[in-house]
């Protein structure tokens, strides 16, 4: 069975930074195609970022620039460095493997003004 933990999240000032992990175990990270999604109050999921196994890289427009999806194949781990918060960033985050329908239990980001 896979299990994805995500880690990392909390409270950060508008323009701070978080570093998001996620630890995955019962699959292998190096295969697979790789994506953080989100959750704010009252808005559906959206996709943040997506890392293939070769490392192409994909965005949200609006974290573009501000947000860097990275992945450890050897740690079977991925991450999301988060700079220049603001409160629109507010959001569960969750680890994704989309080909595998399998997702983390989200952490908590929540940015303040």
């Known amino acids: 069975q896979v299990q994805l933990v995500e880690s990392g999240g909390g409270l950060v000032q508008s323009g701070g930074t978080l570093r998001l992990s996620c630890a995955a175990s019962?699959?292998?990270?190096?295969?697979?195609?790789l994506a953080w999604y989100r959750q704010a109050p009252g808005k559906e999921r959206e996709s943040v970022a997506s890392?293939?196994?070769?490392?192409?890289?994909t965005y949200l427009h609006s974290v573009e620039g501000r947000f860097t999806i990275s992945r450890d194949n050897a740690k079977n781990a991925m991450y999301l460095q988060m700079n220049s918060l603001n409160t629109e960033d507010t959001a569960v985050y969750y680890c994704?493997?989309?080909?595998?329908?399998?997702w983390g239990q989200g952490t908590q980001v929540t940015v303040s003004s």
């Open positions: 890392i293939t196994p070769g490392g192409r890289t």
């Open positions: 019962g699959i292998s990270f190096g295969i697979h195609t």
């Open positions: 994704v493997v989309p080909l595998r329908g399998s």
